[in-house]
């Protein structure tokens, strides 16, 4: 059989995010050390590690919020170190906040538009269509009976569905989620599980910091480890989850 009648190979997808060498310092102290990794399209990287890890600097660097010392970050593989965070959201990277802050004194239908009209290729083109892009991301996050509520007068698990839906609607490639399930009572935290679940398939990587090992074990298809911002494992949940470094690191001591 000549070459011909033999099909291609397919090259394998670039991920939609890697970092490379990924460096931040802050007058001299090493927040996040030469932390290298990606994610694919579809994908749940957890990532977990105790108080002061550098996961949040982590996210700051990617969304654009802190510019890195040194290393490079690839989106879609393109280079975008330089690039100011508008224009990453521009790109498709979104992410939540720790500290929810809605907008004061809009609703909570507002709130989410203001993500449509800003997001991914510049946002929406007409307020109609962002207003009802927000409506969708409303009801797929639970708030769809509480759109013309106030948004700063939600509870904290409601403000939570909220940042979830104002990152939605920017249409993200990457959504960065920050301790999403701090604060939360264990009923709440699945129903935060459940609602990443259903995030799957709209094409979109994931990022997910969080504590809560259970919820990261159940979603996360790889979690990486940082301890004292270095990058100490990055495979399986069950794989790290049972790593000598990472319950010495993380987890605490094994029981007997």
């Known amino acids: 059989m000549s070459a011909q009648n033999h099909p291609a190979p397919q090259a394998a997808a670039a991920p939609v995010i890697e970092t490379r060498g990924l460096t931040k310092r802050f007058q001299g102290l090493v927040s996040v050390d030469a932390v290298s990794f990606s994610i694919a399209e579809d994908e749940i990287l957890g990532v977990i590690g105790p108080n002061g890890a550098g996961k949040t600097t982590l996210v700051n660097m990617i969304s654009g919020t802190y510019a890195p ?15 100011p965070a508008f ?11 720790q500290v929810m802050k809605p907008f004061p004194g809009m609703t909570v239908l507002d709130n989410v538009t203001v993500g449509a009209l800003f997001g991914r ?15 969708e991301w409303l009801e797929f996050t639970g ?20 940042e979830f839906a104002k990152a939605l609607a920017m249409g993200p490639k990457l959504l960065l989620l920050d301790e999403v399930m701090a604060g939360l009572n264990p009923v709440e935290v ?4 459940e609602l990443i679940r259903k995030m799957r398939g709209h094409g979109m990587a994931m990022l997910v910091i969080e504590h809560v090992v259970k919820a990261i074990r159940s979603l996360s298809d790889r979690v990486m480890v940082l301890h004292h911002g270095e990058k100490i494992a990055d495979d399986d949940p069950a794989a790290v989850l049972e790593d000598p470094r990472v319950i010495e690191a993380y987890l605490g001591k094994r029981r007997t």
């Open 69 to 83: 010392s040194a290393g490079e970050i690839l989106f879609r593989s393109e280079r975008i170190n330089d690039l």
């Open 190 to 193: 699945d129903e935060v599980v």
């Open 87 to 97: 224009r990453r959201a521009h790109l498709g990277i979104a992410r939540t906040f």
């Open 143 to 162: 708030l769809g009976a509480k759109i013309e509520a106030q948004a700063d007068a939600l509870g904290g698990p409601d403000r939570k569905r909220l």
């Open 121 to 135: 290729d510049g946002g929406e083109k007409s307020m109609p269509r962002a207003r009802e892009t927000a409506r």
